[in-house]
DNA sequence: CACAGTTTATGAATATTCTTATTGTCGAAG
DNA sequence: CTTCGACAATAAGAATATTCATAAACTGTG
């Protein structure tokens, strides 16, 4: 799985390559547009993380570039946070998915992820965890081949933390990327220990899940 | 609420002003670019929507002008379908939403509505039909002052409905606005019927409800 | 170690959402 | 006017989500 990521800010993207690398995805930067153009049109990319903030032209002229050319390619457009806090819907603007900076890099890989899979449709490999495999096309999970009964949002759940095995997720990064809308939930309540908690004993009756970790003070870990 | 629509499509924009007015908005039409900086100059408006595919001038030094002076303005931007840069380039600048062109005009009162409720935090008046008020701040409808308990995608659905009035909305568009992932929603079921039933049940308690009609093959609609 | 304070886990009750099957209603065609 | 087919309303219930109260586990401190 190849990742364009055009970004100037040569500490931010050495950041975000690392943490996709540790993803299992091969990472290339670019810094600048010119170099950006060049890489596209040379190699084949599953997707580019674009940030718009270029030093050397707009960025949205390699976003153009690539929507004429390379169909396949899956683009997220990053950008600083305006005046307004207010967040536009992605699927709008031409890009796939959008972030605003400063974002969580769990939450780039998640969304990465999301958009190379509808991307390619249903040709992306499954999840593997300890012998779980998620299926993604339609919210099923199975253990050595028995499928298990998961809900919609114990599947999320598990879905996120494997998309983002070995860190620690918390409470609020699953609230926003599962429930969106923060301002809506109460927040003095456990109901995301209460689905973790389900999830768990779900899984636990096929084999220990001692690598299902809670982090005190901090969230949940999947760890392989 | 006052309006201002920036279209040089004078048809589109009269269309647009009706459909507003009816709604209880208050609305001025701008041609040009000119007009549009000029009458922002000396008037006070809630919300702007600016189409960017404006003849004597860009559409983005309206918005650029508005962000300078008025921050309490907010700014829908319009485009044409498939200019990418257009949409990206406004994302840039700030706008608050974006539609783009074909849009139903139900969608558009709507995402109006959220935008300046947002954008005046809570000081927005609760909307009014037929003796139920519906305080958008909590979630919580009530008919003279006797509270009445509506589960969240009741109240979904009736806001929808009551911010459109006098139209009729489809399922289809429920299902967009509300459940918004078309896609995951399993569609040969009558849910949405099934949640209609369910708010009417709790309204017609109170008084009679035959301005909340049914219109066969099409959708739902409340009249005022 | 014992304690208090805080965080997480658990079990159970409640509320909500969604599905399904059935019945009722409307409108067009004959 | 009747019949048929499509659509909507209804009822019941299954599945899921959330809340709540309480128990257990952990952390730091004396």
Redesign the interface.
Same mark, same amino acid.
């Given at each position: 799985m190849n990742i364009l990521i055009v970004e100037d800010n040569k500490e931010l993207a050495i950041e975000v390559r690392d943490f996709l690398s540790d993803g299992g995805y091969v990472c290339k930067i670019a810094n600048t547009c010119n170099e950006a153009l060049d890489e596209i049109g040379g190699n084949d990319y599953d997707a580019m993380l674009l940030d =718009?903030g270029l030093p050397d032209g %707009?960025?949205?002229?390699v976003?153009?570039a690539v929507?004429k050319t390379k169909s396949k390619i899956a683009v997220i457009?990053i950008?600083a946070r305006?005046? =307004?806090d %207010?967040r536009? %819907?992605g699927l709008? =603007?031409?890009?796939d998915d959008?972030l605003t900076k400063p974002f969580a890099l769990t939450e780039l890989s998640a969304r990465l992820f999301a958009v190379i899979r509808r991307m390619h449709g249903y040709t992306l490999n499954d999840l593997v965890v300890h012998g779980f495999s998620l299926q993604l096309q339609d919210y099923k999970v199975s253990y050595e081949g028995m499928p298990i009964n998961l809900t919609k949002k114990e599947f999320d759940i598990f879905q996120y933390l494997v998309l983002n095995k070995n860190r620690v997720i918390t409470r609020l990064q699953l609230t926003e990327h599962i429930w969106g809308d923060i301002l809506?939930i109460n927040s003095d309540s456990n109901f995301i220990d209460v689905h973790v908690r389900n999830l768990r004993k779900k899984l636990d009756k096929h084999t220990t899940i001692d690598w299902f970790e809670t982090v005190r003070n901090v969230g949940y870990r999947i760890n392989t």
């Open positions: =718009l %707009d960025g949205f002229d976003l153009k929507r457009v950008t305006g005046g =307004l %207010d536009i %819907d709008h =603007l031409g890009a959008y809506e």
